[in-house]
C-alpha cells in the first residue's frame, strides 16, 4: 500500500509498505479521507518539533475491511471516523478524568501509520462508527469538531456573552458555529485572509475583521462596551494573546487552544488579572467529545469549510498550498473519490 512519510523538515514521500496485518485487538480501515491539520502543516515546515521519520495524518475516516478476533463491537464494512488520540487508562491524569493529560500518549505506538495512507490499523477504543448520512469528507472534520466541542465546554460560553475568536481557519469556523448554537449575543471572529472572513459571516459571525487593517479593540468595545466575554485565540502567539488580554471585560475569560514553538514569553499584569476577576485557559484535544462530534457533525456546515480535495500521490501540493493560509480544510483521499 501507498502511505505519506516525513524524512526531515519538507521532506515529505509516498513509499510503500505492506497492509499492516491484522492482531487480535486491532482495527484495518481503508481510508477514504484524511484532513490536513494546522498541526501537520507546522510539523511538515518545523514550526513543531518532531522526531523523523515521522507518518502524519491524524484526521480521518474510512470503511473497516478487517477486525481481530477480540473486536466486539465494530465489524467488516462499517463506515467509521478514527480519534487519533489516544491515552493508557491507568496513568494518573487518565484516572483522574483527564485523558487528554495522559502520561503515556506519545510512548505508546498506536497507529501503524498516520492516515495519509490507503490503509491504517488502530486498536478499538479508538474507532467510532459514523452515521449513513454522513459523508467521509465530513467524518474526516470529526476530530477537529471534537476538538471544538472540548474549547466551547471550556470556554462556559453563556447566552448573550460577546465572545471573539482570533483566527478563521477550520477551527476557528468551527467554533463560531458552535459559539452561536450556545447563544452568544455576539460574534466577532479576526482574520486577515479576505475569504475566510466571507465564509465567518456565512455562518453567522456579526463581524469579521482584518486585523492588519482595523482595530481589534474599537470593533470589540463598538458592539459591548465592557468588552468580550470570552476571546478564543487559536493561532498561540504571544502578541495576539497579550492582545487578547485587553479585550476582555471583567471576569473574562481567554482561552488558548493554539500551540506552536515560540521562544518569546507573554508578559502579563497579575494586578489587572486578579482586579478584574479574569480567567486564562489553556485547552488541549478532545477529552469524551469524540461521540458528542460525530452525533454533531451533520448538523455542521461543512461544504464551505471543506476547499479542497487530493489525491495521496499530490500530497505535497496540498502541503504547500495548505501553507499558503488561504484555504480552509483540504482533505486527501487515499482511495480515490476526490474532484480533480
Ligand atoms: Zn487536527
Ligand atoms: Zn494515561
Do not use: W
Not at 481481530?68 to 471516523?81: E, L, M, Q
Not at 495522559?102 to 492516515?115: F, R, Y
Not at 469538531?145 to 453563556?158: G, P, R, V
Not at 447566552?159 to 481557519?169: A, C, E, H, K, R
Request: aromatic share 6%; proline share 5%.
Amino acid at each position: 500500500m501507498k502511505y505519506a512519510l516525513l524524512h526531515g523538515m519538507r521532506d515529505l514521500r509516498i513509499e510503500e509498505k505492506p497492509v499492516p496485518e491484522i492482531t487480535p485487538d486491532r482495527i484495518i480501515i481503508k481510508i477514504f479521507s484524511c484532513g490536513i491539520c494546522g498541526t501537520d502543516v507546522l510539523i511538515y515546515n518545523g514550526k513543531i518539533p518532531h522526531s523523523f521519520p515521522y507518518s502524519p495524518g491524524h484526521e480521518c475516516s474510512g470503511i473497516v475491511t478487517d477486525v481481530g478476533k477480540n473486536i466486539t463491537h465494530i465489524k467488516s464494512g462499517d463506515r467509521v471516523a478514527v480519534d487519533p488520540n489516544y491515552s493508557c487508562g491507568f496513568c494518573y491524569y487518565c484516572r483522574h478524568g483527564y485523558p487528554n493529560l495522559c502520561e503515556n500518549q506519545k510512548k505508546i505506538k498506536v497507529k501503524s501509520n498516520g492516515g495519509f495512507a490507503e490503509y491504517i490499523s488502530v486498536p478499538e477504543t479508538l474507532v467510532y462508527k459514523i452515521p449513513d448520512d454522513v459523508s467521509f469528507g465530513q467524518a474526516a472534520l470529526i476530530e477537529t469538531l471534537s476538538c471544538c466541542i472540548h474549547i466551547i465546554e471550556e470556554a462556559d460560553i453563556k447566552v448573550s456573552d460577546t465572545v471573539v475568536i482570533i483566527g478563521g481557519g477550520a477551527m476557528g469556523l468551527i467554533l463560531l458555529q458552535l459559539a452561536r448554537k450556545k447563544g452568544a449575543a455576539g460574534i466577532i471572529l479576526s482574520e486577515p485572509v479576505e475569504s475566510k472572513r466571507q465564509i465567518a459571516l456565512k455562518l453567522g459571525a456579526d463581524i469579521a475583521i482584518d486585523p492588519t487593517r482595523q482595530d481589534l479593540a474599537s470593533v470589540v468595545r463598538s458592539m459591548s462596551k465592557q468588552g468580550a466575554n470570552v476571546v478564543i485565540e487559536g493561532l498561540g502567539l504571544p502578541d495576539t494573546i497579550e492582545e487578547s488580554l485587553t479585550l476582555l471585560a471583567k471576569k473574562g475569560r481567554l482561552i488558548l487552544p493554539g500551540f506552536r514553538l515560540e521562544e518569546r514569553k507573554i508578559h502579563i499584569s497579575p494586578y489587572f488579572l486578579t482586579t478584574n476577576e479574569i480567567t486564562i485557559k489553556g485547552v488541549f484535544l478532545n477529552p469524551f467529545s469524540f461521540s458528542k462530534a460525530v452525533d454533531q457533525v451533520s448538523n455542521l456546515e461543512c461544504d464551505l469549510i471543506i476547499t479542497g480535495n487530493y489525491p495521496l500521490e499530490q500530497i505535497n501540493e496540498a502541503m504547500k498550498e495548505a501553507e499558503k493560509g488561504n484555504q480552509i480544510k483540504l482533505i486527501i483521499k487515499p482511495n480515490g473519490g476526490y474532484k480533480a
